[in-house]
């Protein structure tokens, strides 16, 4: 078995990768782990809707029992809400079940310290010795020492009334659309929406187990742009499996990408003399339209590698309040400890019902430069930046944007594949090129 923790924990697929021994063996590890210094310790699971969810919850608890913790369910959460109430409740780790945005087959485990926030790379590294041991020599109590589960899915409530509280205006004169993915969001965000007085109506809120982001959520908007337009909606907004992102469309049905909800957010919080050091964090992906709206407003933008974890460290290092990814991952430090989608939402609605403007306007303070995006599923990640081809495509597509555009390849962290990014002037030059980078990474890596 090689590596297991990737760039969001450890994933694959349910039952065959990612399987219950497995599920079992990381309960009993994070257990040791964080309950060093605890007779019984106690970590909070939550869920997405997969159909896997329950049987690594299961197999999870009881790893979590075996070592003698106390395992809190609180069943199908948010993602951030796990964190939340890691944090709040003074548990001593908080686990995620979900893969986020990948199809359903797929699934992940992923841990939060007591504190709310992702493991850094040493403790994953610490969790994966102990998993991968030859022997497993960890703790196993009996009798009375037997650790136990707690099914607490109320808990829910605590962050639904916490995340309404982020902002301090009604919505009561917004009609909004929200698509909850069938997955981790479909009993928060509406009733978080509803509570502060929004006209809300709900799509694809009855998961089955199997259609979680079929067609749906912030990685298919294409029903949510149409119905937003039939209905008249001043706003909809889509989340992904786990309810830790969301983007926004606009009264005329157009995307509104990370990078505009940023730049959103960012002004509303300058003009609130509330941005730290008038700073806002994002990765290299982030469009080049984001830094000069940030800049034309008297801001900065501190850039940083993808993943959230990046964004966080940066934001962390400097204590800045806002950061986030073109994707929709955004983290508002003064609010929360991990990227949520719940809450961005929130922001994204507050600032439009106080600008008393519509959200295509809003959408419109940052100018969207051209930008080309294609994924290539390779056999295996290793070994492509020595590829000579590879690099000589890189380099010819460079030349030809000069100054005026830029190139970016790297490797997905949770699937096996490359993703090429061009941006510049032209759409159909930004286009050829990437294809050109594409046609040269699949002839070499499939």
């Not at 003698?68 to 369910?73: C, E, K, P, S």
């Not at 069938?182 to 809300?200: D, F, H, M, W």
């Not at 991952?329 to 600008?355: K, P």
Request: proline share 3%.
């Amino acid at each position: 078995m090689g590596k297991l923790f990737g760039t969001d924990g450890v994933r694959g697929v349910a039952n065959q990768e990612l399987t219950p021994e497995l599920a079992f063996r990381l309960g009993r590890a994070a257990t040791c782990h964080f309950g060093q210094e605890y007779e019984n310790p106690v970590l909070i699971i939550g869920r997405d809707t997969r159909i896997s969810g329950q049987m690594l919850e299961s197999a999870l608890a009881a790893g979590i029992c075996s070592a003698g913790g106390q395992a809190v369910l609180a069943g199908v959460v948010p993602t951030p809400a796990v964190a939340y109430l890691a944090k709040t409740l003074g548990a001593q780790a908080g686990v995620v079940i979900s893969a986020s945005h990948n199809p359903f087959p797929d699934n992940g485990i992923k841990f939060f310290a007591g504190n709310g926030y992702k493991l850094p790379d040493e403790v994953e590294e610490q969790l994966e010795s102990l998993v991968l041991a030859p022997t497993d020599r960890l703790l196993r109590p009996t009798g009375g020492s037997v650790g136990t589960i707690l099914h607490r899915h109320d808990l829910l409530n605590q962050y639904i009334e916490y995340a309404a509280g982020t902002v301090s205006c009604r919505l009561s004169g917004l009609k909004v659309l929200v698509d909850c993915a069938n997955g981790a969001a479909y009993e928060a965000a509406p009733r978080i929406l509803k509570s502060l007085g929004a006209e809300v109506t709900v799509l694809f809120d009855d998961p089955d187990g199997v259609n979680i982001n079929d067609h749906c959520g912030s990685t298919h908007m294409e029903r949510l742009r149409q119905a937003v337009v039939e209905q008249g909606a001043h706003v909809g907004i889509a989340h992904d499996g786990d309810a830790d992102r969301c983007l926004i469309v606009d009264e005329t049905g157009e995307a509104v990408d990370g990078d505009q909800i940023m730049t959103i957010c960012a002004l509303e919080l300058l003009r609130q003399n509330k941005l730290k050091d008038k700073t806002l964090v994002a990765t290299v992906m982030s469009n080049i339209g984001l830094h000069q709206a940030i800049k034309k407003a008297g801001g900065s933008v501190v850039t940083t590698g993808v993943g959230d974890r990046y964004v966080l460290e940066a934001m962390l290092a400097e204590g800045y309040s806002l950061g986030g990814e073109q994707s929709g991952h955004i983290i508002f430090n003064d609010y929360a400890t991990t990227g949520d989608g719940i809450i961005t939402a929130l922001q994204v609605l507050a600032a439009l019902e106080q600008s008393g403007r519509k959200m295509s306007e809003l959408a419109g303070l940052m100018t969207r430069f051209p930008q080309v995006l294609k994924n290539i599923r390779v056999k295996s990640k290793e070994g492509w930046q020595e590829n000579s081809q590879i690099a000589a495509a890189i380099r010819q597509g460079e030349a030809e944007l000069g100054e005026e555009g830029r190139i970016l390849v790297r490797p997905s962290g949770t699937e096996p594949l490359i993703r090429v990014m061009a941006e510049g002037p032209g759409l159909d030059q930004l286009n050829r090129i990437v294809q050109t980078i594409a046609d040269t990474i699949e002839h070499q890596l499939t």
